[in-house]
């Protein structure tokens, strides 16, 4: 069953499109994966947690304790996408955006006021704010 399968492949990409084939074998594979790298973040009492997944695999994972992080901005990023920089003392910052929950920019102001770290806050992101309560008003009447 597999081995017409094989041939057809075979015949076209030693044909004249074997450049197109090897591509969208290439962007196949790009999109597979993509689609399966899974971002978390993670608010714990003493420290932020990063972790970067493949198939729930961790491949990429990072620890802010509230003695690394300079402050937090929050900003506006899209026609209405909030999302928070992560200044970090050494090493690079993290930019959250798109997240699934907009909860988490109030977690991490929480976690900011809690443990002492500044915190700027944009008047673009403090209009979304705004326009969150708003709308969150309309919800329930």
Known sequence: MFIPVIQIANSYATHSYGGLFYFSILLGLFIIITFSINYT???LDEY???E???MSI???KRVFHP???KKIAFKRYSWATPGALIHTK???NLRLVLFSSNRIFHELLTFAHKHDIPISKTKDYQLLERRSKYISKEKLL
């Open 41 to 43: 973040f993670i608010f």
């Open 48 to 50: 932020l947690m990063y």
């Open 52 to 54: 970067v997944s493949f």
């Open 58 to 60: 961790c491949i990429y």
């Open 67 to 69: 003695s690394h992080l």
């Open 90 to 92: 050494k090493g690079l």
